[in-house]
């Protein structure tokens, strides 16, 4: 038998909640860190307080698409943590360019 995963782990522990929450805040911290690395921020600025309804919001999102293609719970984090990492303005240019390339 093969061991689990960090994810799968992480779900066994708190539930897919808890997971996908985690997977929000890391992609925003992720970006936080990113931006702090250019200069463009502090990193405990009141600009992290603004990352936490982003957070919030983007795995919300991230749960209803992965929800709507049937995808399982790894996966289902790794789709949260990208949408939270690329945040609204990032998703909005992905779903746009993915919807003109369909026509």
């Not at 860190?33 to 009141?46: D, I, P, T, Y």
């Not at 936490?52 to 983007?58: D, F, K, N, S, T």
């Not at 949408?83 to 026509?103: D, I, N, V």
Request: hydrophobic residues 45%; proline residues 4%; aromatic residues 10%.
């Amino acid at each position: 038998m093969t061991e689990p995963g960090f994810l799968e782990t992480l779900n066994s522990l708190f539930g897919g909640a808890v997971t996908t929450l985690i997977g929000a805040f890391t992609g925003r911290l992720m970006y936080h860190s990113g931006e702090v690395k250019l200069g463009r921020r502090r990193f405990f600025g009141k600009e992290l307080l603004w990352e936490i309804p982003v957070a919030i919001g983007m795995a919300i999102i991230g749960e209803a698409i992965a929800s709507h293609f049937d995808l399982g719970q790894p996966v289902r984090t790794g789709l949260v943590a990208t949408l939270a990492y690329l945040g609204p303005r990032g998703a909005e240019a992905l779903m746009t360019a993915w919807l003109c390339r369909k026509k």
